[in-house]
């Protein structure tokens, strides 16, 4: 079992960075590839960024590709996603995931089984 919290979300201005975490509880977190997903209102949870286990792999939707950096720290259970040149279509609710699957499908929602609860970053224009 593994609970994740998100933090950092907020409103900031088209331009700016903002710096999400999420914390995991449990001591397994470091045996968990890692994502993040984002909602805005009425539309589909879309992919943002994910990591493996051991940090080794990322990946990126194209949309954020070169703006946005997913790290993780299994030391402190906690998965970062620094987002930097925020643009008003990054406002969306901001979840993060952990999954076990093998293969992982790491952009694809069912690809995870835990979810936090998600933090809102507004950015506007």
């Known amino acids: 079992q593994l609970q994740l919290v998100e933090s950092g979300g907020g409103l900031v201005q088209a331009g700016d960075s903002l710096k999400l975490s999420c914390a995991a509880s449990?001591?397994?977190?470091?045996?968990?590839?890692m994502g993040w997903f984002r909602q805005a209102p009425g539309k589909e949870r879309e992919f943002v960024a994910a990591?493996?286990?051991?940090?080794?792999?990322?990946y990126y939707a194209d949309s954020v590709k070169g703006r946005f950096t997913i790290s993780r720290d299994n030391a402190k259970n906690t998965v970062y996603l620094q987002m930097n040149s925020l643009k008003p279509e990054d406002t969306a609710v901001y979840y993060c995931?952990?999954?076990?699957?093998?293969?992982?499908?790491?952009?694809?929602?069912?690809?995870?089984?835990?979810w936090g609860q998600g933090t809102q970053v507004t950015v506007s224009s």
């Open positions: 990591i493996r286990w051991s940090g080794g792999n990322t």
């Open positions: 449990g001591r397994t977190f470091s045996t968990y590839n």
């Open positions: 995931a952990a999954g076990r699957r093998d293969p992982w499908r790491s952009s694809y929602s069912n690809a995870y089984d835990y």
